[in-house]
């Protein structure tokens, strides 16, 4: 997914004057989120889904693990709000303590992913030579690959697990983050400030890191949230075809794959974590886009409603 930022922040409009200037630049981008009736609805999916998984040890009506096989293929009732599956299991229960796995990975890979190719596009583009052609090479090679068929493979080698899961989508979808923020510093650094700041004795390091990174930050920022429900459906993916959790422990994909075997008798084993990943992934989307207004000075909706 491409996202178009420009290398400049917007500046925090009427009302955060007498704020600190990271703290009016959060107040403006609140500000238009809140305007933004979609970014809101994601809010509002991305918060309750997240904390329905925190508090999931708290709020699961059942034992996820508990058989009753007496009880299998239940609909949707008093006793059991989703239903039951194949074992009698709580099918809500198994969603609220998969949520923790699901959401938990997807989030830990995306922002792995963010940083990991914020630091190499920042080398690549700030000291150019053979760092960059090394860096812009192993971009290219990672980009001639479709995401998912390389992640697959390489979980396959290192084996299963969430762990190796997280570890093999984070060392291949890190390559186009790193390719837009080269970009964006090879804009920044032969602009003015940049040469202020040399010329009054900082050092490259302080430079990069103390004014160029706040400028160049926002387009990694917007693209890791889109991305989240990329990486939250690339998570499922493999764990529906068995790469990721081992039964029974619950976790979204790994759910999908034991409800399509027995689609005719239960088919909420199906319904429920489609539809959990559906909400997740629709949430990330919602808020990634009002997160590209708020942050992007030339959008149209974020100066009308800033």
Do not use: C
Request: charged content about 15%.
């Amino acid at each position: 997914m491409t996202v178009t930022m420009t290398g400049t922040q917007a500046a925090p409009e009427g009302g955060d004057e007498g704020l600190p200037p990271e703290l009016g630049r959060a107040s403006h981008i609140w500000r238009v989120l809140r305007r933004d009736r979609t970014a809101m609805l994601g809010v509002v999916l991305v918060v309750s889904l997240v904390v329905a998984a925190l508090l999931a040890p708290l709020i699961a009506p059942h034992d996820p693990n508990g058989v009753d096989v007496a009880k299998k293929y239940r609909p949707p009732s008093g006793e059991f709000l989703l239903g039951s599956d194949n074992l009698g299991r709580d099918i809500l229960s198994r969603l609220l303590m998969g949520a923790r796995l699901s959401i938990g990975t997807a989030v830990v890979a995306g922002l792995a992913i963010g940083l990991l190719g914020l630091v190499m596009g920042m080398l690549a583009g700030w000291f150019g030579g053979a760092v960059d052609a090394v860096i812009s090479r192993v971009v290219d090679i990672l980009l001639a690959f479709p995401l998912f068929l390389l992640a697959l493979g390489i979980t396959g080698l290192i084996g299963p697990g969430l762990r190796n899961l997280t570890i093999a989508l984070v060392s291949v979808a890190w390559a186009g983050y790193a390719r837009i923020v080269r970009s964006a510093v090879l804009a920044e650094r032969s602009k003015l400030y940049v040469e202020a700041a040399r010329a009054a004795g900082a050092s490259e390091l302080r430079v990069l890191v103390k004014h160029v990174l706040p400028n160049v930050v926002a387009p990694v920022l917007v693209l890791t949230t889109l991305d989240m429900g990329v990486v939250l459906l690339a998570v499922s993916g493999l764990s529906f075809l068995g790469l990721g959790v081992k039964p029974p422990t619950p976790e979204w994909g790994s759910m999908l794959a034991e409800g399509r075997n027995y689609l005719d008798q239960g088919p909420q084993m199906t319904i429920f974590p489609g539809a959990a990943i559906f909400l997740m992934v629709l949430g990330f989307n919602l808020l990634g886009d009002g997160l590209r207004d708020a942050l992007d000075p030339h959008s149209t909706r974020a100066l009308t409603r800033g």
